[in-house]
């Protein structure tokens, strides 16, 4: 439903024969976007004052689910970082053809990229992850948000959805777990805006 209402693709299509070539990361973790409800509910209540101010980047993004829903807040600027090329360019023609979002940041992006290539933007930054790669590329990721917070100390938020392995403040010891559910993990770090 939410694809028809919104004129997108963003579904995971199991009878697809290509969904083999889908699969990424060390551990082989098939495309499975977010749905829509937990993601509109996990950005919509950030403790953050200004949307404004952050960056919001969605790992392992897929078809641009999540980016199209963080859309609809005003962050500064959203970014999708996606390896696989084919979910990266439907992501790019979801975003160009999105219908009925209330968008309220006009600065959405989809990179294919390798995760452990990815520059952090040096604004405050509100970051997801939904069990997007394996531990040892989840753990490269983490040590460069490390040094970027090191050489630009900033508020950060990292949001994990039903985290697996990750010991996100074993890597980011900066980082603080400031709320925990039963499928999701907020960590927090920088001086808090709210």
Known sequence: MFDVTHNVDTRADYSDERL????????NYPYLPTRARTASHL????????????????????????????AEHPFRSVHG????????EQAVENIRNARRFRRRCND?????????????????????FFNPFGRDVMKIVLERLRASLGQTPRDAL????????????????????VRDTASCLLYRTGTPLT
């Open 158 to 177: 990292v949001m994990t959805l039903a985290p697996h392995f990750t010991d996100v403040t074993g890597i980011v010891p900066e980082l603080t777990l």
């Open 108 to 128: 959405v992006r989809s990179y294919n990229i390798d995760a452990t290539k990815y520059d952090f933007p040096l604004t405050p930054l509100a970051l997801y």
């Open 43 to 70: 950005v919509g209540n950030l403790p953050i004052a200004d949307y404004s101010e952050y960056t919001f980047v969605d790992f392992g993004s897929g078809k641009g689910r999540v980016l199209l829903l963080a």
């Open 20 to 27: 083999s070539t889908w699969w990424s990361g060390d551990n």
């Open 81 to 88: 970082v996606e390896v696989n090329k084919e979910l990266h």
